[in-house]
């Protein structure tokens, strides 16, 4: 997979990779000026006295110089602009695995942004002198054959010493590459354990927690700063005895040239050209070493990175749109088990709802209620069985169309960075003023709305800590009303509310009734019952009893025997099993 996508940027960013090439070529070239010119000056205008000589070669120095700065922008801009292109193309895709890779395998034990940091670590290499390094490591041998054929004593030192800087730079990538792992692992994790203290901040204030936490905290602060510390020491250690040992072997050449002089086998210049070289030779292994942390964290961002987009591949885009829904959601023998577990939260449910429908879900804490509300809307898929709408699977819609058509209002309501009006919205950029106003108006919420500050255009921060838990509820709910949903599910949409809110939750839910909706709600208070029409017992994952309200809450007043749904007993395979056999 890795080659693939090498091989699909190698051809996306052809042209600016042989400008690269090219310039490369031209200023690898040019380096040999440098040399030429003190040989010139030693062997040739010091004996000749030749003023003219000196200062037409040294112009032609300088002419090559300047060009020599031009190629060097050229081929600096066009890395950059594979640098930005590269991160431009993953960007959608490695933010769509970061956001997605939780509802598929869990929360991982970081904060949830590794593949972010990873496309970070790949765009600044690309964007930095790294990749420089590695398209002049092969000049390294151009060089050496012309100091092989200045003098191949010269050659042959030159290419031990290039031989040492090489062993010091691959005992330097199995020194790294674990630390590198370790220390993106450490930075994962202490960033959420930061947020989860920040998060809990109000509460720990008020209950002397504080410190504690704090205390609890710093436990992760010590870790990063150990394999922090040994990365760097690790690479600063490599550089100071690469960057040392590249100057021995330059003085060594030097000393080697002067016993070639001695002997009368070099001239003057030759010793120069051949220190000068030699350094030019080294730079590059030199730049590579320096530029190495940098180098095994794009790489081990890389192989992360290939393997997200790869399991996380967003659908393609349907070529046949579905009409919107008006019929039936219908679930058969579904069961789910939560992301990255294997224990199942909802087994083997079988229902069926029609249009002008009011589902109400009840049952004792962790009995399965949430997951059931969760699969019906595509959060969480289904290990086993399907859950249809008008007769269509979920995956038959694009994910944007098919949420348009939802309505949801979670147990916490969690609202995004930005104006009342576009929480409401969605985020739209094609909503009507009149269209927000109407969620607003059958959420009960416009007259409050209005009141604030600045009305619609009210800001507001993540989270909305500006408003009530009531108000964040009831704009969460308009924003759930946003596009007359088909399908509105409120997971106990009304535990934040005064009898102003109850009120005008129960006509939101009336309206829904009314214009051919179904409404799934999860509640514990029975006060809430009066707008639904069916009643479903959810305990212990399974669906024990479902039916018109009035008869089953007649069954659960003890005046009947409760009708079991689906009783069927437990399969002997786990949730990977039963995954499988879907």
Known sequence: ???????????????????????????????FAGSAYMMLVYDSVLPSRSIPTLVGLFGMLVLLYIFQAMFEAIRSE????????????LFSAVHYATVTRPLRQGADKGDGLQFNRDLDSIHT???????????????????????????????????LGTFVMAGLAIWSNKRTQMGSRELANITGRRSAAALSEIRFA??????????????????????FIEAQSFLSRTVSRLGGASKSFRMLLQSLILTVGALLVIDGQASGGVILASSVLSGRALAPVDQAIGN??????????????????????????????????????????????????????LSGVTMTLTPGQVLAVIGPSAAGKTTLVRAILGIWRPARGEIRLDGATLDQWDAETLGSFFGYVPQTVDLVDGTIGQNI??????ATSEAVVAAARAAGMHEAILAMSDGYETPISGGGAELSAGQRQRIG???????????????????????????????????????????????????????????????????????????????????????IVKDEPEPAQDAAGKGAAA
């Open 425 to 430: 919205a969605r985020f739209d950029p094609d």
């Open 1 to 31: 997979m890795d080659r693939q996508f090498l091989s699909l940027f190698m051809r996306r960013y052809r042209a600016n990779l042989i400008l690269v090439a090219i310039a490369s070529v031209l200023l690898n070239v040019m380096v």
């Open 292 to 345: 190495w942390r940098g180098m095994i964290a794009a790489r081990t961002g890389w192989s992360r990175v290939v393997q997200a987009v790869s399991a996380f591949r967003k659908p393609p885009a349907r070529t046949v749109e579905l009409a919107r829904p008006t019929g039936e959601v219908s679930l058969r023998d579904v069961w789910v088990a939560p992301p990255g577990t294997q224990r199942f939260t």
């Open 202 to 223: 109000e509460s720990a204030l008020a209950m002397g927690m504080q410190e504690r936490l704090v205390k609890r905290t710093s436990g992760w602060e010590g870790s």
């Open 78 to 89: 066009a890395l950059l602009g594979v640098a930005n292109g590269v991160h431009d193309d």
């Open 125 to 159: 290499f690309l964007a930095s002198q790294g990749p420089v390094a590695l398209i002049d490591l092969p000049w390294v041998i151009m060089f050496m054959a012309v100091l092989f054929a200045l003098h191949w004593w010269l050659g042959l030192t030159a290419l």
């Open 477 to 563: 709910l308009a924003r759930a009303l946003y596009g007359d949903p088909f399908l509105l599910v409120l997971d106990e949409a009304n535990s934040n509310l005064d009898a102003t809110g109850d009120a005008a939750l129960a006509h939101a839910v009336q309206g829904v009734r009314e214009r051919g909706g179904i409404v799934i709600m999860i509640t514990h208070r029975p006060a809430t019952l009066g707008p639904a029409t069916h009643l479903a017992v959810i305990n212990g994952g399974r669906l024990v009893d479902f039916g018109e309200r009035d008869a089953v809450m007649k069954r659960m007043n003890g005046n009947e025997t409760p009708r």
